[in-house]
């Protein structure tokens, strides 16, 4: 599968982005999807990821109950809403995936994913 990231930009301090990650080929549906974001200067983190279904998601505590990742698996795409950003938010965002897993599971590391988006740049001014 081949992942797109878009939907990143230029925000004020409290404001809303959505991101977007558009897949290729009819097999989204088994993958295993997440975020991470890599800001200037400092390592790829974790964001968020979400189960195949879209049943399972799970979240980095720095993001918890402000963003919302969610999939949907028949337009091949995976979002992340991102509400009361911070200029600490500020990072390239990129999408990654992973099949050839068993169950409806959710994965949190760099190394667990195969595939991955080219990055879109979120940018929160203060």
């Known amino acids: 599968v081949q992942l797109q990231a878009s939907g990143g930009g230029l925000v004020q301090a409290g404001g809303s982005l959505r991101l977007s990650c558009a897949a290729s080929?009819?097999?989204?549906?088994?993958?295993?999807m997440g975020w991470f974001r890599q800001a200037s200067g400092k390592e790829r983190e974790f964001v968020a990821a979400?189960?195949?279904?879209?049943?399972?998601?799970y979240y980095s505590e720095s993001v918890l109950g402000r963003f919302t990742i969610s999939r949907d698996n028949a337009k091949n795409t995976m979002y992340l809403q991102m509400n009361s950003l911070k200029p600490e938010d500020t990072a390239v965002y990129y999408c990654?995936?992973?099949?050839?897993?068993?169950?409806?599971?959710?994965?949190?590391?760099?190394?667990?994913?195969?595939?991955w988006g080219q990055g879109t740049l979120v940018t929160v001014s203060s």
């Open positions: 979400i189960s195949r279904s879209g049943g399972i998601t």
């Open positions: 990654a995936g992973r099949a050839f897993h068993l169950g409806d599971n959710y994965f949190t590391t760099a190394p667990d994913y195969h595939a």
């Open positions: 080929g009819r097999i989204f549906s088994t993958y295993a």
